[in-house]
């Protein structure tokens, strides 16, 4: 990757819908050439989808943080990663056996119904299992962020 593919990730992650031709304009290339760089971009799995965001008034966010035993750890992995329609972004940590989970609904209902059958079905593979109602998103940006450098 050189500055030229950072400079169009950064173009594309405010604007994933930018056309080619709109880009290399700003970047004094040919559209042909952005694709190329696109299409490479995305072989290399570093533009990995497009997302269409949509900010719904009555959206509710839960955060929810499970330590697994650690011989437990893959089934409930693989449980919360297929058998739960809320759950928009799942990460493990460094933390041995920590998985975080991002969920969200239009109705507390749902999101108490997963939680429930996450506690149901995986209760022998959980250690710790917390759950928090987002109050309130302060920044979200996909893609990153740059921080200047003094």
Request: glycine fraction near 6%; charge should be neutral.
């Amino acid at each position: 990757m050189d500055e030229t593919d950072n400079k169009i990730l950064d173009m594309i992650k405010g604007d994933a819908r930018k056309n080619y031709q709109a880009i290399g304009d700003e970047l004094g290339i040919s559209r042909v050439a952005v694709k190329k760089r696109i299409d490479k971009l995305e072989k290399a799995g570093i533009i990995r989808q497009y997302n269409t965001y949509i900010k719904r008034e009555n959206e509710i966010i839960m955060l929810i943080d499970i330590i697994t035993k650690p011989e437990g750890f893959e089934r409930v992995l693989e449980y919360v990663g297929t058998r739960t329609n809320y759950v928009r972004r799942i990460y493990t940590t460094l933390k041995d056996n920590h998985i975080h989970l991002v969920a969200v609904s239009d109705d507390h209902e749902g999101l108490d119904y997963m939680v429930k059958a996450i506690d149901k079905n995986c209760d022998e593979d959980i250690k710790e299992y917390r759950c928090r109602q987002v109050k309130e998103v302060i920044k979200d940006v996909y893609g990153g962020i740059k921080f200047d450098k003094e």
